[in-house]
Each structure stands twice: as C-alpha cells, then as structure tokens.
C-alpha cells in the first residue's frame, strides 16, 4: 500500500525557515518521482518542486526559487522540502506527491496536479507577518 506522510510544519514568522519531510512507504522511492505542493484558503492546488528519480533535475515554480529546496533521501525513503525566508504568502497546506517515472526523466517546469498520482494529508504552514 502506497503512502506518503507529511510532517514538518508549523508556523513561524516571516523570514522563517521550515524543512518539511514526506515520509513514503509501500513502493521503491528511488523509482519515482517527488513533488511538492501547496493549496493556500480559497486558492487553487499549485506545484511548487519536484525531483526526479536520479536527483539531478530539479524543478521549481518562480514563486518560490532561491528560497526552497527540494531534495531526497532514498536509504530513508524521506523527501524535503526545505524552505527559507518565508513570507505570510507561502502560508498553506502543503502535500508531497509521488509517481513513476524512468531514470531519464527530466521534468519540465514546476509539477502539474495532474501528473502524480499519489499524495499525502499534507501538512500546515503558516507564516505570520
């Protein structure tokens, strides 16, 4: 059985940093491709990293490039999600999702809902002013 787990934030002020952890379970990581995304109230789920199976292309939306970054650890089968000065925007929920994908993936722009077929609960960031 396929799970991910989010776990890692809280709330801190702004200029703040936050490393969150998706934890998986049930499939081979080094396999799959891991994304981050996050769902702010009232707002649409928007893809903000991801990394692909052999952890040399990575993937960011402009939002949030400079600021977090994405990373694996496949003997711990635990992605991250490291984020640094954060901003009362980047308040949200926030979930890890994986995928299959190939060793030659590379991914193209920032990850599409669409694409991933496996989440976790998410978990939530707030940041405040």
């Known amino acids: 059985q396929v799970q991910l787990v989010e776990s890692g934030g809280g709330v801190v002020d702004d200029g703040g940093s936050l490393t969150l952890s998706c934890r998986t379970s049930g499939f081979v990581m080094e396999r799959y491709a891991i994304a981050w995304f996050r769902q702010a109230p009232g707002q649409e789920r928007e893809g903000i990293a991801c990394?692909?199976?052999?952890?040399?292309?990575?993937e960011y939306a402009q939002v949030v490039k400079g600021r977090f970054v994405v990373f694996r650890d496949n003997a711990k089968s635990t992605a991250y999600l490291k984020m640094d000065d954060l901003k009362p925007d980047d308040t949200a929920v926030y979930f890890c999702?994986?995928?299959?994908?190939?060793?030659?993936?590379?991914?193209?722009?920032?990850?599409?809902?669409?694409?991933?077929?496996?989440w976790g609960q998410g978990t939530q960031v707030t940041v405040f002013s």
């Open positions: 999702a994986a995928d299959p994908r190939s060793i030659y993936w590379k991914p193209e722009g920032a990850p599409r809902e669409k694409d991933y077929a496996y």
């Open positions: 990394i692909a199976p052999n952890d040399i292309y990575l």
